[in-house]
């Protein structure tokens, strides 16, 4: 079973940067796909970006320009480099992977993912 961990959180100003990263234990050659999402109390888990296994990248419009993801297949990790950030950035951040491409616009629901990593706060102040 593979096991995702999160890292790199923390508090910064506004246009400060932050890595996240996202740590893969086990065997992940099965997926497809990996990405990020972020959820603030009270509303639904939003998808922010997603790299698939050959490469291809998708972003929310929100992030475009300014977050980049990238993975490192020989260390099973993922990155989400996030600049020039805003308030509205403040989130818990969760790494997933899944066996299919998904939409970051129009994810699909956190069950059908394959694993999901326990978050990691960000917190933009102005």
């Known amino acids: 079973q593979v096991q995702l961990v999160e890292s790199g959180g923390g508090s910064v100003q506004a246009g400060g940067s932050l890595r996240l990263s996202c740590a893969a234990s086990?065997?992940?050659?099965?997926?497809?796909?990996m990405g990020w999402f972020r959820q603030v109390p009270g509303k639904e888990r939003e998808g922010v970006a997603a790299?698939?296994?050959?490469?291809?990248?998708r972003y929310v419009d929100s992030v475009k320009g300014r977050f980049t993801i990238s993975q490192d297949n020989a260390k099973n990790t993922l990155y989400l480099q996030m600049n020039s950030l805003k308030p509205e950035d403040t989130a818990m951040y969760y790494c997933?992977?899944?066996?299919?491409?998904?939409?970051?616009?129009?994810?699909?629901?956190?069950?059908?993912?394959?694993?999901w990593g326990q978050g990691t706060l960000v917190t933009v102040s102005d």
């Open positions: 790299i698939d296994s050959d490469g291809t990248t």
């Open positions: 086990g065997n992940t050659d099965g997926f497809r796909c």
């Open positions: 997933a992977a899944g066996v299919f491409s998904w939409s970051v616009v129009d994810p699909p629901p956190a069950t059908t993912l394959d694993a």
